[in-house]
């Protein structure tokens, strides 16, 4: 099961709406993602706590149909 | 499920720094649990590795005992501090490092 960049995208953004993503196929079979997610909503949040906020966007697709995405997460300065 | 979760209890207590990985730091089977082992390799700290491909329990179980969906998971004292990607980015600034000191655990014999 693979999953376009775009529809990552998508439900990062459905759930936290002011997010700034960024998505690179590390390589190209629709499975091996890096995103960078940048939100105000971060603040104040341990790395933990920011991660979950966008695995709980993907609803549980993490870890299952989508195997591979390297994750980082910042607030905007 | 209440045996796995002792388990796991069991295991993140009486092991100061413990990574739950796919296959072992010699052979890792996945680049995340590679990244991760390299990571506390490079911070010189003394771990035990839990292989999850050897007990389908842990492996499922880990996932709900953390409520983090992916592995290699990493627990420091009893505190679970994130997956491969998190400590990255600890390790980065330097934050991964000054946990382990700070919880004083033993360097990599």
């Known amino acids: ?77 | 499920m209440a045996d796995t979760n002792e388990r796991i209890s069991k295991i993140v207590n009486e092991n100061d720094v413990v990574l739950f990985m796919k296959g072992t730091p010699l052979f890792p089977q996945c680049g995340f649990s590679n990244r991760a082992t390299a990571i506390l390799d490079h911070c010189n700290v003394a771990f035990e590795s839990f292989d999850v491909l050897q007990d389908m329990e842990i492996r499922q179980g880990i996932k709900e005992f953390s409520d983090w969906p992916t592995i290699p998971q990493l627990y420091v004292k009893g505190e679970f501090v994130g997956g491969s990607d998190i400590m990255m980015e600890m390790y980065e600034a330097g934050e991964l490092q000054q946990l382990l000191a700070e919880k004083g655990v033993a360097a990599a014999s």
């Open chain 1, 1 to 77: 099961m693979a999953m376009h960049a775009a529809e990552i995208e998508a439900l990062i953004k459905a759930a936290i709406p002011d997010a700034e993503v960024e998505i690179v196929a590390l390589v190209d079979d629709g499975d091996h993602y890096r995103a960078t997610v940048t939100s105000a909503s971060f603040a104040g949040k341990p790395r933990v706590a920011q991660h979950k906020l966008v695995y709980e966007a993907l609803g549980g697709r993490m870890g299952g149909e989508l195997h591979a995405l390297q994750l980082s997460t910042a607030v905007p300065n």
